[in-house]
């Protein structure tokens, strides 16, 4: 960009701390992909909702494009600046406005991290239940854009539950306050739930009003080897009829080794299996002891009718901590090896039919590449990672992944499922939005984006 258009933003947005410095262009232009090279640019710090809105009428008057960036783990390029644009970054508005314990709600701005907001709840005797591995770092606004999910949403559902106001910046640099932390409001469209998803291409998320939940009761963890696939969902079902679940995530005897090989972790079982559930589930003070006789009668249950070859309950926070790594670790130990992630999704009751299906083409498709399952199975949500081959070239892996994943998203339509469970749309998965929405949905998004941002300059290129 001319010095010239850059003097001009800059002189619209009096006070803005702009940088340009090819450090922060390097770490704030990207995601946690790493298909593109990022360049932006500036990257843009606003300190408060007027600056956020001034530079989005500076971009209008200047012709320039925002990428909005919050704590930069997406999984699909949503955050992706590699085109001149300017990030808009929420890492000077990291402030808890509000909390309100009688209506158990938290005001705050949207660079808040995910780990600040579960803090802060437990301060105040409540709980957010929004929890990934990314949690430290992924920020409010991040995760409302893109209705992050992670290991609770069994109980608890999407960020989209939580999230009971909005404050935005539109693509004309208006601000919406939106349902203003209200239970009930039935006035018309409901913006805010437009907003939630939209990964940035709608508007800029400055402040979220969250509603906490109660502080969950004592709890256990219990890592189970499946005898096989297919009988994943029995396993489930006797677990769910039984006792009150809160996560249930699965993951394939290579995603659990490359873990212990990363971290160096003992392998926490003595019989090794294909795949493996983790559970937890409830265990109030008051009957903890019928609890644990339970869990472990199905156990024994379960060894006998041959479901589960082997398994390990929990028998501290300490451990169970350390149950939970096995899970947790997995994105982090598949990040040095440029992973194409699909974030799949069916209807619970479709998993094993859909794995068994996906299983066979996924061997077939990606041949010499080591593929890593695993997935919130509890919510029908399957991620697969295809590891790039050492030695291949970054565009050539991307080439044939992209080829293959035509094959693999063909059967999630024919499931009736989603190319994007979780992660979002963003840049790698846009060629495939038609696989899980219609022409006329794709249609009307198009429209709701002419008239949220009619200039074209929020994330463009990103998820239509
Ligand atoms: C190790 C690891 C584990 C993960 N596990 C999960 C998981 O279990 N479940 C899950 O759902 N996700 C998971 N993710 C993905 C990721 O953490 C989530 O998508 C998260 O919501 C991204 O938040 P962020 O603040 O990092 O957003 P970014 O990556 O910075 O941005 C994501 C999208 O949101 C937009 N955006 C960011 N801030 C704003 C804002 N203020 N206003 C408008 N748009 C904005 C960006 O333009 C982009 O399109 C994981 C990621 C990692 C690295």
Redesign the pocket.
């Known amino acids: 960009m001319s010095t010239s258009r850059i003097d001009t933003f800059r002189a619209q947005c009096p006070g803005l701390s702009l940088s340009t410095d090819p450090g922060v262009l390097e770490s704030h232009g990207q995601?946690?992909t790493r298909f593109r090279r990022p360049d932006p640019t500036a990257v843009a710090f606003p300190a408060d909702n007027t600056q956020v809105s001034d530079l989005v009428r500076a971009a209008i008057a200047t012709g320039m494009h925002l990428?909005?960036?919050?704590?930069?783990?997406?999984?699909?390029g949503?955050?992706l600046a590699a085109s001149g644009e300017i990030v808009?970054s929420?890492d000077r508005m990291r402030r808890i406005l509000h909390e309100d314990p009688a209506d158990r709600l938290l005001t705050v701005q949207?660079?808040v991290a995910i780990a600040e907001v579960q803090a802060r709840a437990r301060e105040l005797g409540l709980y957010y239940p929004v929890s990934?591995?990314?949690?430290g770092?992924?920020?409010?606004?991040?995760?409302?854009?893109?209705?992050?999910?992670?290991?609770r949403v069994l109980r608890h559902g999407?960020?989209r539950e939580r999230v009971k106001g909005l404050k935005?910046i539109d693509g004309r640099g208006r601000l919406l306050d939106l349902n203003r932390g209200l239970v009930k409001n039935a006035s018309g469209y409901d913006l805010r739930h437009l907003?939630i998803g939209?990964?940035?291409?709608l508007?800029?998320?400055?402040e979220a009003t969250l509603r906490l939940t109660e502080a969950p009761p004592p709890s256990r963890v219990m890592l189970l080897a499946l005898d096989s696939m297919p009988v994943m969902m029995t396993v489930l079902a006797k677990l769910r009829g039984s006792l009150r679940l809160s996560a249930c995530e699965f993951f394939s005897v290579g995603a659990l080794e490359l873990v212990c090989r990363s971290f160096d972790l003992r392998y926490p079982l003595e019989t090794s299996a294909d795949g493996f559930l983790l559970v937890e589930f409830d265990v109030p003070a008051a009957s903890e002891q019928h609890i644990e006789e339970q869990a472990l009668a199905i156990f024994d249950e379960m060894l006998e009718r041959g479901w589960i070859l082997d398994g390990v309950l929990s028998t501290s926070e300490a451990q169970k901590r350390a149950l939970w790594r096995y899970r947790?670790a997995i994105?982090?130990a598949a990040?040095p090896y440029t992973p194409y992630k699909n974030d799949l999704s069916v209807r619970v009751s479709k998993l094993p039919d859909f794995l068994q299906d996906l299983t066979t083409l996924a061997e077939a498709r990606f041949a010499g590449c080591s593929l890593l399952w695993y997935g919130?199975v509890g919510d029908g949500n399957l991620h697969m990672n295809v590891l790039k081959p050492e030695g291949e070239e970054t565009a050539a892996f991307e080439r044939r992944c992209k080829e293959a994943s035509e094959a693999i998203y063909r059967l999630v339509r024919a499931y009736g499922g989603s190319v994007s469970a979780?992660?979002?749309i963003?840049l790698l998965k846009r060629p495939f939005l038609g696989y899980s929405c219609s022409e006329e949905e794709i249609e009307l998004m198009r429209g709701i984006k002419q008239v949220m941002d009619p200039h074209g300059i929020l994330?463009p290129g990103?998820?239509l």
Do not use: C, Y
Request: no cysteine; charged share 15%.
């Open positions: 995601d946690w990428v909005p960036s919050g704590g930069r783990t997406g999984l699909s949503g955050a808009v929420m949207a660079g990934f591995a990314a949690e770092s992924a920020q409010v606004g991040g995760t409302i854009a893109t209705n992050a999910g992670g290991i999407m960020t935005v907003m939209s990964e940035g291409t508007g800029i998320v400055v947790e994105s982090e990040a919130h979780e992660h979002g963003g994330n990103k998820l």
